[in-house]
């Protein structure tokens, strides 16, 4: 570790200013007071802010805000609001990001109230960022696994992970306050570790040549404490950090900082008072890592013509009229060749080799998910009710697979499985979803969803489903119905064999589709029969049960669904009544197991042959791979469908019990990514 002792420091603002030199007129005409068109258009593409504040202790924050395009709401050219977990006081600064772009949009305002869990802010200065310290640190492109951080001694550094995630960390964003109110949170980037530990509570942050602004080495005259939030790509934990800081100047300092054999001006030595490092609900939701998520470069407005934009407006000369001409008549790409040289030229004399100033490449590949309206809710149960979902085109599938359905609920994507009741071939999905105790979709559903409103929908999945040309045996309880529905439909639509069904419920108010059943038995009595066994008037039912129902027939198929006492209790039946394996197909209803606990700290994961991502505590493989921008197949994420399996090849994981999986593809060291966590180190493969 290198000496922290006799440092050479800045103390004046004249020593920064010999230092940094005096920004240019234009710098400073950057600067707008309120949100013009472009910078709401911004705000409205941008998922994620870092944020910069003091809390009503007076203590320094930073952290990342939002989750979801437009998480800032705009009250008013002066005025903006968001979510946020607790009030802050006084000053407060937020810089925007974009997922692919390289410049920020900067917000410095003060706090103006705190209502609704969201804080108001009125805001005093905008302005566009330029994009170096984005393009140092590669944010946006491919997340590669860092080798883990040196040992440290005692201190706040020392804490589980804080090393590991600093040694990977390319991306922060600073806050530091002024002392007239004002308030700073800018973007830093380096190529490596963005901030280097010198020991268990001291770090230091190089300070390269940019717009000679030096807001932060200014405001630290004035007010020593400062906080950050570190990023790393392809992972959703957000390292905080908060402490003093001083500026120094000293070549012993400076030398491991040196990029290409050219040291930084100077750098920022940190005092780490605290250091916490939590998975962060806005990174998970904004999904930052996924090159479908980031933004659409012909949608949003080109950040470097706004900034021009800006400049011309606030300088009154001729010079600046010509200015704000071009800016409206150049074409964007021929400002954005520009600019891009001007990057590369900075950058280079800072010792960076930029290969390519795109900073990330939108997916161009088709969306896996397929919007869909509300067409109908029918109620078929007191708690149970059909979907009919609609978007002009026929819906394929094989009776009995099932759709994943997808929407927002309280700004977090949830996804859950449902089968078709409805048979293929038709321009309407449906689907009948019934009401879980303390289930969050379900709940959804029976409570929110009305007609006209859009979902997703994702398939169809699953290997439970008919084979045409047999007589077809089918056995459920509750909404184990509804596969056999469709299962029932396609087979009566055509020629061909018989069907029975037996179908369990507690009550006859129970039963879905208990009249569409009895319209169907009395069209077709010659090809479907069908028992109902009514729990709290016949009993449950057992083997023996079971085994004098069935009636075989040559090459009949069995297809059973519902809860797993029921499905063991019929195929023992049919294991003792010889029945065939292979004619025998099986799909459990279980409910989502609860998140897996997991390891207490990061653990690395390989998934051949996609690549490499690190799981935060508590987060699953499928989870961590999703973050990281891995294309892991997965539908339902709660352990129902078996789309995420994969197979384990080292490591240990704690999966969460019940899940789908077979016996045998259990002890082939098969586990679904949905529903387990690392314990270790672990390397996966997909099939």
């Known amino acids: 570790m290198t000496s922290v002792n006799a440092t050479r420091s800045l103390t004046t603002a004249d ?311 071009l800016a409206r008549l150049v074409p964007v790409r021929w400002l954005r060749a520009v600019i891009n040289v001007v990057y590369r030229s900075d950058l280079r004399k800072e010792g960076y080799e930029v290969a390519a100033l795109s900073t990330s490449q939108r997916a161009t590949s088709e969306h896996p998910l397929r919007e869909v309206r509300v067409a109908e809710v029918r109620r078929e149960t007191r708690d149970a009710v059909t979907l009919v979902l609609e978007d002009g085109e026929p819906f394929a599938f094989r009776p009995g697979q099932f759709f994943t359905l997808v929407t927002d609920i309280d700004g977090r994507e949830v996804r859950r499985p449902y089968s078709a009741s409805s048979a293929p071939g038709s321009h309407r999905l449906e689907v009948t979803v019934k009401h879980i105790d303390g289930g969050l979709f379900s709940a959804h559903v029976h409570r929110g969803l009305a007609v006209g409103d859009k979902l997703f929908v994702r398939g169809p999945s699953g290997s439970f489903h008919l084979e045409p040309g047999q007589d077809a045996v089918l056995i459920a309880a509750g909404s184990g119905v509804t596969p056999m529905m469709s299962m029932i439909r396609t087979l009566l639509a055509e020629p061909g064999g018989r069907i029975a069904l037996l179908c369990s ?87 989502g197991p609860e998140t897996p606990s997991g390891s207490a700290t990061p653990q690395r994961m390989i998934v051949e042959p996609l690549g490499a991502a690190v799981a935060e505590p508590g987060q699953t493989l499928l989870d961590a791979g999703l973050a990281a921008g891995l294309p892991m197949p997965y539908s339902c994420t709660v352990g129902s469908c078996g789309e995420c399996v994969v197979k384990l090849l080292s490591g240990e994981v704690a999966p969460k019990e019940p899940n789908c999986l077979t016996a045998d593809q259990k002890a082939d060291g098969q586990i679904l990514a949905c529903t387990s966590s690392p314990l270790t180190d672990v390397t996966v493969a997909v099939p």
């Open 15 to 325: 020593e920064v200013e010999a230092l940094v030199g005096r920004p240019a007129p234009m710098i400073a005409a950057k600067q707008v007071g309120e949100l013009d068109d472009g910078c709401v258009a911004v705000l409205a593409a941008s998922p994620i802010a870092g944020f910069g504040y003091r809390d009503a202790a007076g203590s320094s924050r930073a952290t990342f805000a939002g989750g979801r395009p437009g998480f800032a709401r705009v009250l008013s050219p002066t005025g903006i609001s968001f979510a946020l977990d607790e009030p802050a006081d006084g000053p407060l600064s937020l810089v925007f990001l974009l997922p692919g772009v390289g410049e920020t949009l900067r917000v410095n305002g003060s706090a103006a109230g705190y209502r609704d869990g969201e804080v108001v802010v009125d805001i005093e200065q905008v302005y566009v960022h330029c994009a170096q310290a984005v393009l140092r640190s590669g944010l946006w492109q491919p997340p590669v696994v860092a080798e883990p951080g040196a040992e440290v001694g005692d201190g706040p550094l020392a804490a589980p992970g804080v090393a590991d995630f600093l040694a990977a960390a390319p991306f922060l964003v600073l806050s530091t306050w002024d002392s007239s109110g004002g308030s700073d949170t800018s973007p830093r980037g380096e190529e490596r570790a963005v901030a280097r530990i010198l020991d268990g509570r001291t770090l230091v942050i190089a300070d390269r040549k940019g717009n000679k602004r030096a807001d932060t080495l200014h405001n630290l005259l004035a007010d020593d404490r400062l906080a950050f939030a570190a990023l790393v790509p392809g992972r959703t934990g957000v390292l905080h950090v908060r402490g003093r800081g001083t500026i120094t100047v000293d070549p012993e300092l400076l030398e491991p900082l040196t990029q290409r054999g050219i040291p930084p001006h100077a750098a920022l030595l940190v005092d780490v008072e605290a250091a916490e490092l939590t998975t962060s609900d806005a990174v998970t939701r904004a999904r930052l890592w996924t090159p479908d998520a980031h933004v659409d470069r012909a949608e949003v407005p080109d950040l470097m013509a706004l900034g021009s934009r800006h400049i011309a407006t606030n300088t009154a000369s001729r010079g600046s009229r010509l200015m704000l001409a």
């Open 505 to 591: 419920n507690r009550t006859e108010q129970d039963v879905i589709f208990a009249a569409e059943l009895a319209r169907l038995a009395d069209q077709h009595p010659d090809r479907l029969s069908v028992t109902h066994v009514l729990t709290s008037r016949d009993g449950r039912l057992d083997v023996t049960r079971v085994r004098q129902w069935i009636t075989q027939s040559p090459g009949a198929r069995f297809y059973l669904c519902g809860p797993e006492p029921l499905m063991d209790i019929a195929r023992q039946a049919l294991d003792e009544l010889g029945v065939p394996a292979d004619h025998v197909h099986l799909e459990r209803y279980i409910s």
